[in-house]
């Protein structure tokens, strides 16, 4: 736990005002920062002497929308990334906070983390966050005609529309859902003389 608290100091001070808010919480450090910092701390964590966080382990989107099934206050999507440093040992969780909730975008870092690319591009196929800058920003999970983005939580579970092959115009189709909302009533089976 010292080292966690060193590296918590040593972030704070090397952040500075770039880190919106430095988190030491259960033995892992958070930095979250604006969508306007966010590039310069990533390039920060990794460059810096001191810190030289210089693996991109993970990134991923998260959508606040309902986050702990209770309404959120905020805004609604973020991008996490986990970062490791090799030469030091440890580890670092940097969150940003899209600014729209609409249209929300933060900047790629495929040029500072090249392991940011299919990251990244998960995170607009199922999240809908852009990324500026990005070399290659295109689906990479779902179809290219898919509508809409899965994992926001406002996604219908059935989706929006479906696809199968049509044997006699001998192509995929899209049609609209077909699933019929149905009751599903548990069997309950029981035995006189179970455990006895």
Same mark, same amino acid.
């Given at each position: 736990?010292?080292?966690?608290?060193?590296?918590?100091?040593?972030?704070?001070?090397?952040?500075?005002?770039?880190?919106? #808010?430095?988190?030491?919480?259960? +033995? &892992?450090?958070?930095?979250?920062?604006?969508?306007?910092?966010?590039?310069?701390?990533?390039?920060?964590?990794? *460059? =810096?002497?001191?810190?030289?966080?210089?693996?991109?382990? *993970?990134?991923?989107?998260?959508?606040?929308?309902?986050?702990?099934?209770? @309404?959120?206050?905020? #805004?609604?999507?973020?991008?996490?990334?986990?970062?490791?440093?090799? #030469?030091?040992?440890?580890?670092?969780?940097?969150?940003?906070?899209?600014?729209? $909730?609409?249209? @929300?975008?933060?900047?790629?870092?495929?040029?500072?983390?090249?392991?940011?690319?299919?990251?990244?591009?998960?995170?607009?196929?199922?999240?809908?966050?852009?990324? *500026?800058? =990005?070399? $290659?920003?295109?689906?990479?999970?779902? *179809?290219? +005609?898919?509508?809409? =983005?899965?994992?926001?939580? $406002?996604?219908?579970?059935? +989706?929006?529309?479906?696809?199968?092959?049509?044997?006699?115009? #001998?192509?995929?189709?899209?049609? @609209?859902?077909?699933?019929? @909302?149905? &009751?599903?009533?548990?069997?309950?089976?029981?035995?006189?003389?179970?455990?006895?």
């Amino acid at each position: 736990m010292a080292d966690v608290k060193k590296l918590y100091d040593t972030v704070g001070s090397i952040l500075g005002s770039l880190a919106s #808010k430095i988190i030491n919480r259960l +033995g &892992e450090i958070t930095v979250e920062c604006s969508a306007a910092d966010y590039r310069q701390v990533m390039q920060t964590l990794r *460059d =810096h002497d001191l810190l030289h966080f210089e693996l991109l382990v *993970d990134l991923c989107g998260v959508d606040y929308s309902a986050y702990k099934n209770e @309404p959120w206050q905020g #805004k609604r999507f973020a991008v996490v990334s986990q970062l490791l440093s090799v #030469k030091n040992n440890q580890r670092i969780r940097v969150r940003v906070w899209a600014d729209d $909730d609409d249209f @929300p975008m933060v900047a790629s870092v495929v040029d500072l983390y090249n392991s940011a690319d299919w990251y990244e591009r998960e995170a607009f196929d199922m999240y809908g966050i852009l990324f *500026d800058g =990005h070399p $290659d920003l295109r689906r990479i999970l779902t *179809d290219y +005609g898919f509508i809409g =983005h899965p994992f926001r939580k $406002d996604f219908p579970v059935s +989706g929006h529309v479906e696809m199968r092959y049509d044997e006699t115009e #001998k192509r995929v189709i899209y049609q @609209p859902v077909t699933i019929e @909302p149905r &009751e599903i009533t548990p069997r309950i089976v029981r035995e006189e003389n179970y455990g006895g």
